[in-house]
């Protein structure tokens, strides 16, 4: 069993950084593609970012892409998202999830496990 612990939000003015952080463990993390979803109050869960488990290739949602960067540690079972130019409307709550053999896809279906989230306020 995967177990995913978010970490590294908080509240930060537009235009600024932060670096979340996922740490896995339970299973060989290096199977697992890896990806980053946010929900926003009274929204659904949206694509934030993603990695494969196989290969360094990313894909990220079109809102975040040039501001946004996915990567993995496998050594440390633990990938980050660099935030950076952050806006209001990246305000949400940033969740990890863990997909086995996965090619980091858009579908939240396909991710076995989830993290429990970490709270991104973006203030104007």
């Known amino acids: 069993q995967v177990q995913l612990v978010e970490s590294g939000g908080g509240l930060v003015q537009a235009g600024g950084s932060l670096r979340l952080s996922c740490a896995a463990s339970g299973r060989t993390f290096s199977n697992y593609a890896m990806g980053w979803f946010r929900q926003a109050p009274g929204k659904e869960r949206k694509f934030v970012a993603a990695?494969?488990?196989?290969?360094?290739?990313?894909n990220y949602a079109d809102s975040v892409k040039g501001r946004f960067t996915i990567s993995r540690d496998n050594a440390k079972n633990t990938v980050y998202l660099q935030m950076n130019s952050l806006k209001p409307d990246d305000t949400a709550v940033y969740y990890c999830a863990a997909d086995l053999y996965g090619l980091g896809d858009r579908s939240a279906p396909n991710y076995e496990h989830w993290g429990q989230g970490t709270q991104v306020t973006v203030s104007s």
């Open positions: 990695i494969r488990w196989s290969s360094p290739t990313t």
